[in-house]
């Protein structure tokens, strides 16, 4: 008898641990899977979920719907690779002296920073990115000390140096050199008898190859550029920059949805065991657009509506693969852009001529490269299947503050100085948003606080012609408020003046003393 009940309470306790080891194969809540799904230049009215424009984007509409829709969502710049340097660091991008737009540059975060993936290995994630990177490649030694970076050995500094376990990307932008896949550190599919050659200023040396450019051979092109898109021309699309060599691991354009999908689904399966963080950052809108034949005139729009198409099926088809794996249940998805839309940037490609009753800035003023709002105000989206509530939040909130909540969702303590912990609201949607922050566009900045917005003076354009984009440049402050007037069309910075001293005192603490001599600023 005694053998029996033995024999029994043996075999009870293997099952307890079958069973057991089999409801913790996902893991428990306090090591939830993290993704951000990143899109390029997407503007706050071309998400459906946002009732602004005429665009249908149903697999983004329910992480919103299901999810919490921030309505006053910010990326903390105006421009990409600033506001990539924030959201990952957790710091304003101005605080990095003349960080800018990256065009084949070295690293621009520093190895020794703390960054989201880098936070996160603390808990033994799994970390990656899957799509486009543009923070700048290489320690800017280059080759020879040229500042070249070399393409044809390991690359580092990149994103695995920063704390990503696996990095499959793109340098740059798609409309940039080189055209290939980097993997990492490594390019795809090089042949070392065909070596890469960049540059971005020598069109002679290019020349002198007998490769052609748009600028010399428009005939070649099946894209036509409009402004600086004239370099090497690759697969018909005209670039920015000059390239030889590597024609084994150029990548397709027309493809490349289908690939960064791909390589996101195989990440996610690869470490479906494990609690893990993907960063998903998608090409699309950015130009070129390149949308895949299948897709090409659904939106009725040209290919910039066809590229938001495509890339809004792209996530409900990494969604299909999250539940199929069962990781719903355990997954936190941010959803957000990297700046504000634009249409025109640099190719024609009907995104003017077609654009219709669509509003990409949803009624807000300005757009990519600008102060004003449309050029940070983005889509901002949290979701959590049974975790997160349906709700829409009208608090402030940025992507700088990404990595404060994150390191509180996993029970770490350590905090970045601009970011705050907005956890609760994220999952919540429970206490106060931002009650102020500062805007960034190529440098310069703004200051918003509750619902006011103060824009400096800054020399320069007004309107950038290239791009028909009102920049926010004046010789004079501007105030808005928001509240009642959204649209930032009635400047009150002669009728408020308490509040528009108000607003530079708070601009200058954070700023710093040197913005005290910007020209009529008066702080007594």
């Not at 005209?238 to 999908?261: E, T």
């Not at 997160?388 to 404060?404: A, R, T, V």
């Amino acid at each position: 008898m005694m053998n029996f009940n033995y024999a029994k309470s043996f075999i009870i306790s293997i099952l307890i641990f079958i069973l057991g080891c089999e409801s913790n194969k996902n893991y428990s809540n306090n090591d939830p899977n993290i993704i951000i799904i990143y899109t390029d230049d997407l503007g706050y009215g071309d998400v459906s979920a946002y009732q602004k424009g005429t665009l249908k984007t149903p697999n983004i509409d329910k992480l919103a719907n299901e999810g919490i829709r921030f309505n006053f969502g910010y990326a903390s710049s105006a421009t990409c690779s600033p506001s990539r340097y924030a959201l990952l660091t957790g710091k304003y991008p101005w605080r990095k002296d003349g960080l800018r737009v990256i065009t084949g540059g070295s690293l621009v975060i520093d190895t020794t920073e703390m960054t989201i993936p880098k936070l996160l290995k603390r808990k033994n994630y799994r970390t990656g990115i899957v799509g486009k990177w543009h923070l700048g490649l290489g320690s800017g030694d280059g080759v020879a000390g040229s500042g070249i970076i070399d393409y044809n050995s390991t690359i580092s500094p990149g994103p695995n140096e920063v704390g990503f376990d696996y990095s499959h990307i793109m340098a740059d932008t798609q409309d940039r050199v080189p055209t290939v896949y980097i993997e990492n550190g490594d390019v795809v599919n090089l042949d070392p008898n065909d070596p890469i050659e960049v540059n971005f200023f020598h069109q002679k040396k290019h020349d002198d190859y007998g490769l052609p450019t748009g600028l010399k051979n428009p005939e070649l092109t099946t894209m036509k550029w409009h402004h600086g898109h004239n370099g090497s021309i690759i697969n018909g699309v005209p670039r920015i920059g000059y390239m030889k060599g590597g024609n084994n691991a150029l990548w397709s354009d027309i493809d490349m949805a289908d690939h960064f999908l791909q390589k996101a689904k195989e990440y996610i399966k690869r470490n479906k065991e494990n609690p893990f963080f993907l960063f998903y950052t998608l090409q699309q809108p950015h130009v070129p657009r390149t949308p895949h034949p299948r897709f090409e005139g659904l939106s009725g729009m040209g290919p910039r509506g066809d590229v938001i198409i495509e890339a809004d099926w792209a996530i409900g088809e990494l969604y299909k693969t999250l539940e199929s794996e069962n990781l719903l249940d355990n997954t936190l998805i941010i959803f957000s852009s990297d700046n504000g839309p634009v249409l025109n940037d640099g190719y024609y490609d009907d995104a003017v001529e077609k654009l219709g009753d669509h509003t990409p800035k949803g009624g807000l003023r300005g757009g990519k490269y600008s102060l004003f709002e449309a050029g940070t105000r983005v889509p901002f989206i949290s979701y959590w299947k049974g975790k997160i509530k349906p709700g829409i939040s009208n608090e402030m909130i940025s992507q700088i503050d990404l990595l404060n909540s994150i390191s509180k969702l996993v029970g770490l303590d350590y905090r970045s100085k601009d970011g705050i912990d907005f956890l609760d609201l994220i999952l919540n949607n429970k206490g106060k948003g931002r009650e102020e922050l500062i805007l960034e566009a190529s440098t310069r900045t703004a200051y918003r606080k509750g619902d006011w917005v103060m824009i400096p003076p800054y020399k320069g354009q007004s309107i950038a012609k290239n791009v028909n984009i009102e920049l926010g440049n004046s010789l004079e402050f501007k105030l808005y408020n928001l509240k009642d007037d959204p649209s930032q069309k009635n400047d009150l910075s002669k009728i408020e003046d308490k509040k528009l001293k108000e607003m530079i005192k708070g601009f200058v603490k954070i700023r710093g003393k040197e913005f005290t001599n910007i020209k009529n600023l008066v702080l007594e």
